[in-house]
């Protein structure tokens, strides 16, 4: 079975600052990798995907990804943050074994401003 | 579209009583799943249905959860007798088609209390 490892449990940094999670995933075959985020007592919202094709993917409010197959890895960046980018954030994956999400445990961010 | 529609969105309750969950799914997805999250735990699946069919429960914590979908557009998550542990939020979430490469779409969850 796949699983998803984020290893910042807490972020806090200031406005402007450069952000970068990780995030890293176990599955020998083929998979689809998901960035969601929760703002405060909201739902789940898809923040980018991966699929195929080219491995920096961009997604919504200036976050981009890059998929490297050979780390399992796809860590999520945005060059420079704001206080409404305080959230918590979610890696997922789904491999071709299963129509199963799973997620990782989650990054909490605090942009301070 | 009014998106995934869960309710209610806070129940508390006291232990041993039944507690239902319920969720209406965007019209036309034919995968829904339930989730639960925790600060101990994070977001976890506990069971999810294809075409209104259960197809994988594993996720379910015991005899007590038990999960229903009557129709396409209607499910429940039901806990009986409900426990202190129990307290989380639950999410529901829909998508179409081949859920491997099709996002969620997350309704606003309920937030369980069990005292």
């Known amino acids: 079975a796949q699983s998803v490892s984020q290893h910042n449990h807490h972020v806090i940094l200031s406005e402007a600052a450069s952000l970068e999670l990780g995030c890293n995933y176990s599955?020998?075959?083929?998979?689809?990798l998901f960035w969601y985020v929760q703002y405060p007592g909201q739902h789940l919202q898809l923040l980018l995907k991966?699929?195929?094709?080219?491995?920096l993917v961009k997604g919504i409010k200036g976050f981009e990804a890059e998929f490297i197959k050979s780390k399992f890895s796809f860590n999520l960046r945005k060059p420079s943050v704001q206080w409404s980018d305080t959230a918590e954030y979610f890696c997922?994956?789904?491999?071709?074994?299963?129509?199963?999400?799973?997620f990782g445990g989650g990054t909490r961010v605090l942009v301070k401003p | 579209d009014a998106g995934v529609i869960q309710s209610p969105r806070h129940e508390v309750t006291e232990m041993g009583q039944e507690v239902t969950l319920r969720c209406k799914p965007i019209?036309?997805?034919?995968?829904l799943f339930w989730y639960r999250q925790t600060m101990m735990r994070g977001l976890e699946l506990l069971i999810y249905?294809?075409?209104?069919?259960?197809?994988?429960d594993s996720g379910m914590p015991e005899d007590r959860f038990s999960a229903k979908m009557p129709n396409a557009s209607f499910s429940t998550l039901k806990i009986q007798p409900s426990e202190p542990r129990d307290s989380a939020v639950y999410f529901c979430?829909?998508?179409?088609?081949?859920?491997?490469?099709?996002?969620?779409?997350f309704g606003n969850g309920t937030r369980l209390t069990v005292t």
């Open positions: 979430a829909s998508t179409t088609g081949n859920s491997y490469n099709s996002p969620l779409h």
């Open positions: 599955y020998g075959g083929t998979v689809n």
């Open positions: 991966y699929f195929s094709g080219d491995p």
């Open positions: 997922a994956v789904t491999t071709t074994a299963g129509n199963k999400l799973t």
């Open positions: 019209s036309g997805h034919d995968y």
């Open positions: 249905f294809n075409n209104n069919v259960p197809i994988d």
